[in-house]
């Protein structure tokens, strides 16, 4: 179960991507980005960011620890900036944060070098969700106290705007040629023989329980919300075992990794991997965000 926050205070927007989240504090005194349901993405992208973000956590891959987060407009009245006012106005209610990473910085693979079993797991990660957005032009990840962390699963199981091609489309391949850890050898098949067998149908019954309802009702075809959430489950659960034969990873045409050394990128080649546990150290709580 994901805690519930209230925002007190709206911070300032961040336009690196496209749907104007914001630095929001809350109530217990944390610092989150927060995506809004008033967003034109619209409420699917918050119902993506929590399966999958609650989804690798459970796998062990780092994702910020993700909030309900209960917005009054109110506190959005002095801002200034007309387009953040209106997104403030849209989003009444109930919307999604994400524990922010201070300091952290957008990957670079020129200056980061991941190793083969991490990115493994990320592009094997990426394909069950059918991620379209961790190219190397656009990679969704962070650096953070020297570690990777995933951010941003909007864009992913495009299935759920389609629900009635849902299975055609969720049993297709996945071309990983773009993905931005694609030129680190990742080792898919180490990937997919560890997380693959945790992908049960508790596990997925689990994160989709974490989707809030009101995000879920009066979706076309279906008579519950339960029932949405049981979509979800039929799509992720048969897509988890083969997913990994259906991956594609041509020569990748973005930037090569750095051959620099070690010392000079300021990363070890072979850092071990936090395992077992979801990335919930990372809490701004720690680290001055607070
Ligand atoms: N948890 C976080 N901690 C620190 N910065 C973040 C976090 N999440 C997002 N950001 C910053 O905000 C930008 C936009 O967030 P993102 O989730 O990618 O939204 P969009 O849907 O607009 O692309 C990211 O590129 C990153 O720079
Ligand atoms: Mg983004």
Redo the contacts with the bound molecule.
């Keep these: 179960m994901i805690s519930r926050v209230a925002a007190t205070r709206y911070v300032t927007p ?1 336009r ?6 914001g630095i929001v504090e809350a109530d217990d005194l944390g610092t ?2 927060m ?1 809004f349901t008033g967003a034109g ?1 619209g409420r699917k ?1 918050l119902v993506a960011e929590v399966v999958c973000g609650q989804l690798g956590r459970r796998l062990g891959l780092r994702v ?1 620890e993700l909030v309900r987060m209960q917005l009054d407009p109110v506190i959005g009245l002095s801002e200034p900036d007309q387009e953040v006012q209106e997104l403030l106005k849209a989003s009444g209610g109930l919307n999604l944060g ?5 300091g ?1 910085i ?1 990957f670079d693979p020129l200056a980061y070098a991941v190793d083969s079993g991490e990115a493994g797991r990320v592009v094997w990660f990426d394909a069950l969700i059918n991620n379209v ?1 961790r190219s190397w032009r ?1 990679p ?1 990840l ?1 650096v ?1 106290h020297g570690d990777l ?1 995933l ?2 699963h ?2 992913t199981m495009i299935w759920h705007h389609n629900w009635p091609g849902a299975a055609v489309s969720a049993a297709k391949p996945y071309d990983a040629s773009d993905h931005a850890l694609a030129p680190f050898r990742p080792d898919v098949a180490g990937a997919a023989a560890a997380l693959a067998p945790l992908v049960t149908r508790g596990l997925l019954t689990e994160v989709t329980a974490d989707v809030p309802d009101e995000w879920l009702v009066d979706e076309p075809g279906f008579d519950s919300t339960d029932a949405v959430r049981r979509a979800y489950v039929e799509a992720l659960l048969p897509r988890a075992a083969t997913i990994h034969e259906r991956i594609t990873l041509d020569a990748p045409s973005g930037p090569r990794p750095s051959q620099a050394p070690g010392w000079l990128t300021g990363r070890p080649g072979s850092r071990p991997h936090a395992t077992g546990k979801s990335g919930t150290s990372g809490t701004s709580g720690q680290d001055g965000g607070r």
Excluded: C, H, R
């Excluded at 690196?16 to 989240?21: A, K, R, V």
């Excluded at 994400?98 to 201070?102: E, N, R, S, T, W």
């Design positions: 961040l690196e991507g496209g749907s104007l989240p989150y980005v995506k993405q992208t910020p994400m524990d922010f990473l201070p952290s957008g957005d656009n969704n962070l953070w962390w951010i941003d909007g864009a």
